[in-house]
Structures are given as structure tokens and as C-alpha cells.
């Protein structure tokens, strides 16, 4: 089974981004989702997860900036505004069956989770 991110690109700073995941199969809708960044040279930190019951957790750097929506079992969007240089990143999706809010608020490694798409890079300028 593969995730699939979408929609990144080059932003303008103070503008916004929608990116899209798609898992290949519903086999995950009982797990959560969520979407994670890494920056060059920095350790790859929680943007925002959503479990199968709509609970959401939203990393501090973006919170008040970014939702993250699920659409259905098997896919999950994250919309941000006003976004900053320091946005910048590879954005990756990332499916578990329940550890990827606590990725997200720093209690558990981003390397427990269970399954991640390839990235998807956001360059904001």
C-alpha cells in the first residue's frame, strides 16, 4: 500500500498551500494520518494529524495557520495560510493506527509510525 502526497511547490511568503494524501487502499481507515516536515539539516517535526474519529493535533509551529481535513478513509488534506520561510520543507504524509498525534506533540518518534509517503517539497520565499 503507498501514501501519495500532492500539491506542493513554491509559495510566496504570507500565502497558502493545500497539500493531498492518498493512500493506494482503504486498508488504513481505522488509522490516523497526519502530515510531518523535515528541513535541511533539522530533525523532521508533526505539522498536524487527524485520527479516524476526526481528533486533531497541530504542531505549535503552525498552529492557527493550518487544518488538516479528512476526506474520507483513505485520504487527508492539509490547507495552510500565511506561511513563513521558515515553512520551508519536505512535507511527507504518514499513516499509523494511532501513535501519529503524539508524533505530532513531541511524545513519540516520528520513526514509530507505520507507513509514509515519499514527500512532497514546499519552498516558501
Known amino acids: 500500500v503507498q501514501l501519495v502526497e500532492s500539491g506542493g511547490g513554491s509559495v510566496q511568503a504570507g500565502g497558502s498551500l493545500r497539500l493531498s494524501c492518498v493512500a493506494s487502499s482503504d486498508m488504513y481507515r481505522k488509522n490516523c494520518m497526519g502530515w510531518y516536515r523535515q528541513a535541511p539539516g533539522k530533525e523532521r517535526e508533526g505539522v498536524a494529524a487527524i485520527d479516524s474519529n476526526g481528533n486533531m493535533r497541530y504542531g505549535q509551529s503552525v498552529k492557527g495557520r493550518a487544518t488538516i481535513v479528512r476526506d474520507n478513509d483513505y485520504s487527508v488534506t492539509l490547507l495552510m495560510k500565511d506561511l513563513r520561510p521558515e515553512d520551508t520543507a519536505t512535507y511527507y504524509c504518514?499513516?499509523?493506527?494511532?501513535?501519529?498525534?503524539?508524533?505530532?506533540?513531541?511524545?513519540?518518534?516520528?520513526?514509530?509510525?507505520?507507513?509514509w509517503g515519499h514527500g512532497t517539497q514546499v519552498t516558501v520565499s
Open positions: 504518514a499513516t499509523d493506527l494511532f501513535k501519529c498525534g503524539s508524533v505530532v506533540v513531541g511524545t513519540k518518534s516520528w520513526r514509530e509510525l507505520e507507513a
